[in-house]
């Protein structure tokens, strides 16, 4: 089986080649298109099967049609009238439409991806062009959604009533994937765990950091969490995105801030922690709550997003409202009323998060469409 994945985020974020290197272990044939503008950060290094198009600029995006036009003639080129037995666009948008736009003039059925930039960027901020995306989930022969929190915000959100039916049917949760490392390196202690007596609640984040990731209001939950009698310091790993923020950061008297560094650099960290915080105002999946959960770390997550609706509520943490230190403090709270229970139970939960099963379930759906 052959199959064309055009993904504009593929060189950005090494997330998206271990779904690749997975299926090719499966025995996908795979292509990858990958549009970019000059600006776009590489942090993957693309293989011989890799197409990457420098088809557009920054500014661009202002005009969506004008940008799609850019990437389709970039497509037209680099394929010329090489046919697939697939395409999975990996963005409802600027991957999808780009795909429904193929299919239209090839015949090939595709599939595509709901992503964190559709739900909270396009559809919210850009209403006319929500029957474009109406247009493209219909075309599609499969809709993934990576959580049930996003699915449930477009059909409630954005998707008419009238098309739910039809929609639904072929919308499908699939979550991205544990990387190999810390699939590997799963903690499994022999005695329970359980909290330091008389010693602070050790609170961690590790990621990148900026507006979005929230932490400030940790730190006013941690303020809170002091009132009730629960002292607790936070620990913050990442690289400065954004400097004032950083800056603000950094000034909390009970926040240690640490540089960046590898997954054999986290792995320590995370095992010296109790609790991993990250209440994102906005997040497509969050692979660091699955990192997290690997090395024993219960989580606190965002309600609503890419995370949320994962696991039951309270088999690995809780979700918060991002916009309230309390409901985070309360939530930490919760979480050390049950810490045994929920730290014991997250390392085995995250088995089901790994790339092999997840890259079978999408072939698994690739060949009932390809073979109709």
Request: net charge neutral.
């Amino acid at each position: 089986m052959r199959v064309l994945h055009i993904n504009c985020n593929y060189i950005s974020s090494a997330l998206h080649c271990q779904l690749i290197d997975e299926l090719n272990n499966q025995g996908v044939h795979n292509v990858v298109f990958a549009p970019i503008s000059s600006a776009t950060i590489r942090r993957v290094t693309p293989s011989e099967n890799d197409v990457v198009a420098e088809c557009f600029r920054k500014w661009d995006r202002i005009c969506f049609d004008y940008k799609q036009s850019k990437i389709g003639k970039a497509l037209d080129k680099a394929l010329g009238e090489e046919r697939f037995d697939l395409i999975h666009a990996y963005t409802l948008f600027t991957d999808g439409n780009t795909a429904m736009k193929r299919s239209l003039k090839t015949g090939e059925p595709y599939v595509v991806t709901v992503r964190n930039t559709d739900i909270n960027a396009f559809l919210r901020w850009r209403p006319y062009l929500r029957p474009r995306a109406i247009k493209i989930m219909q075309n599609a022969k499969a809709v993934f959604f990576l959580s049930e929190a996003y699915r449930k915000t477009m059909f409630d959100k954005y998707v008419p009533e009238r098309y739910h039916s039809e929609l639904l049917a072929k919308s499908y949760i699939m979550p991205n994937g544990l990387a190999g490392f810390w699939s590997s390196h799963l903690r499994n202690d022999v005695d329970p765990p359980h909290l330091a007596a008389e010693k602070p609640l050790k609170l961690l984040y590790a990621g990148r950091i900026d507006r979005n990731k929230n932490i400030p209001t940790t730190q006013k939950a941690m303020a809170i969490l002091r009132e009730r009698g629960i002292d607790s310091t936070l620990t913050v790993v990442g690289e400065a995105e954004d400097k004032q923020e950083y800056a603000r950061i950094a000034s909390d008297a009970f926040t240690d801030c640490l540089p960046a560094t590898n997954e054999e650099g986290l792995l320590p960290i995370y095992r010296n922690h109790d609790i991993f915080v990250m209440p994102s105002f906005t997040e497509t999946f969050g692979l660091v709550y699955l990192e997290a959960m690997s090395q024993g770390l219960p989580v606190v997550y965002t309600a609503g997003q890419g995370f949320d609706g994962q696991l039951p509520e309270g088999t690995v943490g809780y979700h918060v409202d991002p916009h309230s230190p309390q409901s985070v403090a309360d939530a930490i709270q919760q979480i050390v009323a049950h810490y045994a229970e929920i730290a014991s139970a997250v390392p085995q939960l995250t088995r089901q998060f790994t790339w092999q099963g997840i890259a079978a379930k999408y072939i698994t759906i690739y060949r009932r469409i390809v073979e109709g």
